[in-house]
């Protein structure tokens, strides 16, 4: 797995095959992680093979998505992505397996993507949803710039501008 970038404890990587594992892990913790980004209303875990599927998909579309590896021991930190972007403005998503949460990771990460974002990419603006319940995200993501726009009864909706 080549390294796109580093910031002081992540290295981040282009998705990969190889951990498809890490990734199933992550996404069918209902608890942890699935709940916060909208996989927990699911009647089945995701398999293997759908794993596979949206790799491939992925890097087809060269698409702004990183797995995170901590540089230290190479463990499987999360994915983030900056999803559609498009006349200067993308969607942030971020999910932390829950062994990798409260270590400041999700802040060291949101800010080197959003650099990364606006720096490479040329974005001005950045935008993410997150669930109303979600006290601990919208902390982090006030920590990291962003600033709410809207809010509905299921979504508040955030922003950084540059």
Not at 4 to 13: C, K, N, Y
Not at 72 to 78: D, E, P, Q
Not at 128 to 146: M, Q, S, T, W
């Amino acid at each position: 797995m080549d390294t796109v970038f580093t910031s002081q404890r992540i290295r981040f990587v282009s998705v990969s095959e190889s951990l498809i594992a890490d990734y199933l892990a992550m996404v069918n913790d209902v608890e942890h992680v699935a709940r916060f980004i909208g996989l927990s209303r699911r009647s089945e875990p995701i398999t293997a093979e759908q794993e596979r599927r949206w790799v491939q998909k992925k890097l087809a579309e060269d698409a702004a998505v990183f797995s995170m590896l901590e540089k230290a021991t190479g463990a499987f930190i999360g994915n983030i992505e900056l999803m559609d972007a498009a006349n200067g403005k993308a969607e942030l998503g971020v999910a932390i397996t829950a062994a990798m949460q409260e270590k400041g990771y999700g802040t060291e990460a949101i800010r080197t993507v959003v650099r990364y974002g606006m720096e490479t990419l040329l974005l001005r603006r950045i935008v993410l949803k997150v669930y109303p319940d979600n006290a601990r995200a919208i902390h982090v993501y006030e920590k990291c710039g962003f600033r709410e726009y809207d809010r509905t009864a299921d979504d508040v909706f955030m922003e950084i501008v540059k």
